[in-house]
């Protein structure tokens, strides 16, 4: 099945993370499951995963810059969403 953009529902998504000086590229499986992680992250981080304004590699969906307290925020979170599949 495909989403209304042409993208397969079980296309695999890649968002980046920037914490501290390492960068991260996190796949989320799913269409869902990617909107329900850049809401999170949209209201954690205070901006929009659009990246305006900053670069973002043609291979990244989505990215954030997050501190310490939030990026345990965000991992704790992914983990929360494994356990309801």
Same mark, same amino acid.
Request: negative net charge.
């Given at each position: 099945?495909?989403?209304?953009h042409?993208v397969?529902?079980?296309h695999e998504?890649?968002?980046?993370?920037?914490?501290?000086?390492?960068?991260i590229?996190?796949p989320?499986?799913?269409?869902?499951?990617?909107?329900k992680?850049?809401?999170?992250?949209d209201?954690?981080?205070?901006?929009?995963?659009?990246?305006?304004?900053?670069?973002?590699p043609?291979?990244?969906?989505?990215?954030y810059?997050?501190?310490?307290? *939030?990026?345990? *925020?965000? &991992? =704790?979170?992914?983990?929360? &969403? =494994?356990?309801?599949?």
């Open positions: 099945m495909r989403t209304d042409g397969p529902d079980d998504y890649i968002i980046q993370i920037y914490h501290g000086p390492v960068e590229g996190f989320v499986p799913g269409k869902d499951r990617f909107l992680e850049i809401a999170f992250l209201k954690l981080a205070g901006w929009p995963s659009s990246g305006f304004g900053r670069f973002v043609d291979s990244v969906d989505g990215y810059v997050l501190n310490d307290e *939030q990026f345990d *925020q965000y &991992l =704790s979170f992914r983990k929360t &969403l =494994s356990a309801e599949v």
